[in-house]
């Protein structure tokens, strides 16, 4: 098995998952509604809110994707399947950490989780081959930066990371749909 992507492995992620567009888009959803929970019910329901539906953005991305008509599975053969576990692996290590500063200082915790989301999208470029995902990484680094040092409300920070996402989830859908697809 190669461990440096390839482009066929790379098309291969982007046809199964119809290029990250449906994960983009849930994740912006749970974002946008731990914002919303925020801004209502306070900070301990909003960080239960962006932690449980995290949990759940991979089956309900899964779902989106099949109901577009993607099958959102890959060949075992794929190399690129274990850059993405490791990548998994590595996002709920940083979910802990981000956990353990919101013990410490609640106002912590979205842009730790902004910048530990915008730096996993880092990795996608590599999985899908897709240079969109580098900025996508970098505008959500860079507004959880700016949500830290302003010291922004949490739901506002929330609201920031649900409306990248979305904006993002629009232009990969629009690339993804506009892009031929092999059949495999």
């Not at 291969?12 to 119809?18: D, K, Q, S, T």
């Not at 914002?35 to 301990?44: D, E, K, P, R, S």
């Not at 989106?64 to 998994?88: D, E, F, H, I």
Request: aromatic letters at 10%; hydrophobic letters at 55%; glycine letters at 8%.
């Amino acid at each position: 098995m190669r461990l440096s992507p390839n482009e066929e492995q790379q098309h291969e992620m982007r046809h199964a998952h119809y290029d990250g567009a449906p994960g983009i888009l849930v994740s912006g959803l749970v974002w946008i509604a731990a914002a919303l929970v925020g801004h209502q019910l306070g900070i301990n329901k909003a960080v239960l809110t962006l932690l449980v539906g995290g949990a759940l953005i991979h089956p309900m991305g899964t779902i989106v994707t099949r109901a577009v008509g993607r099958p959102a599975k890959t060949s075992k053969s794929n190399a690129l399947n274990q850059l993405a576990m490791a990548s998994t692996i590595w996002l709920i290590l940083c979910c802990a950490m981000a956990y353990g500063l919101f013990l410490l200082d609640p106002e912590l915790f979205f842009p730790a989780m902004m910048a530990t989301i915008g730096s996993r999208y880092l990795i996608f470029a590599s999985v899908f081959g897709r240079s969109i995902f580098w900025a996508l990484g970098v505008s959500l680094i860079v507004a959880a930066n700016l949500a830290f040092f302003a010291a922004v409300p949490p739901f506002v920070a929330a609201g920031l990371g649900g409306l990248i996402e979305i904006l993002f989830a629009f232009l990969v859908f629009s690339k993804a749909s506009s892009s031929p697809s092999k059949a495999r």
